[in-house]
T-cell receptor, first 110, second 110 residues
Framework: KQEVTQIPAALSVPEGENLVLNCSFT??????LQWFRQDPGKGLTSLLL?????REQTSGRLNASLDKSSGRSTLYIAASQPGDSATYLC?????????FGAGTTVTVRA | DAGITQSPRYKITETGRQVTLMCHQT?????MFWYRQDLGHGLRLIYY???????DKGEVPDGYVVSRSKTENFPLTLESATRSQTSVYFC?????????FGSGTRLTVV
């Protein structure tokens, strides 16, 4: 069973600072890894999907990397804004099932 | 509108009652999933379905029943609700571009 860990559980940064969110997984035979954003009381919004054959994906200020050999993925958010405050979840896919980390709650201070 | 919709958004029910949560998707994705989200446990898979009439248990299936007579619908039934089933329930479907989640149903069992 894929185990996914996210450290730290919470992070507070001043506006403009770059964010680095970490995700580790136990099974290197991961099919793909997906990053989600969740606002309080809301659903999950997909941010980036990295296939197992890829090393990274980029969308605007977001960049996610995947290193299967070390079992790690990192989400970078450049020039953070207060609107980036949310919980960020990573999830690794085995078969057709996703295993989620517990998330990192980010607060960007204005 | 295209997408994945869940109903109801909020539900309060009494212990012992049967309750059904609805999930509908417009893409004809083969795979659909039910997750529950709880503080301290994160997102856990309840049941999933690979196609119409094909369902399988996830991590926490006890007390739940699913069916999938049509590709687009995947209802989740709590046969006799218990307080421990108070949670936020998310339905999802998956395709090559990853998982897409519904907005969730917040269920309270009193």
């Amino acid at each position: 069973k894929q185990e996914v860990t996210q450290i730290p559980a919470a992070l507070s940064v001043p506006e403009g600072e770059n964010l680095v969110l970490n995700c580790s997984f136990t099974d290197s035979a991961i099919y793909n890894l997906q990053w989600f954003r969740q606002d309080p009381g809301k659903g999950l919004t997909s941010l980036l999907l990295i296939q197992s054959s890829q090393r990274e994906q980029t969308s605007g200020r977001l960049n996610a990397s995947l290193d299967k050999s070390s079992g790690r993925s990192t989400l970078y958010i450049a020039a953070s804004q207060p609107g980036d405050s949310a919980t960020y979840l990573c999830a690794g896919r085995d078969d057709y099932k996703l295993s989620f980390g517990a998330g990192t709650t980010v607060t960007v201070r204005a | 509108d295209a997408g994945i919709t869940q109903s109801p958004r909020y539900k309060i029910t009494e212990t012992g009652r049967q309750v059904t949560l609805m999930c509908h998707q417009t893409w004809s994705h083969s795979y659909m999933f039910w997750y529950r989200q709880d503080l301290g446990h994160g997102l856990r898979l309840i049941y999933y379905s690979a196609a119409a009439d094909i369902t399988d248990k996830g991590e926490v299936p006890d007390g739940y029943v699913v069916s999938r007579s049509k590709t687009e619908n995947f209802p989740l039934t709590l046969e006799s609700a218990t307080r421990s089933q108070t949670s936020v329930y998310f339905c999802a479907s998956s395709a090559l571009n990853g998982y897409t989640f519904g907005s969730g149903t917040r269920l309270t069992v009193v």
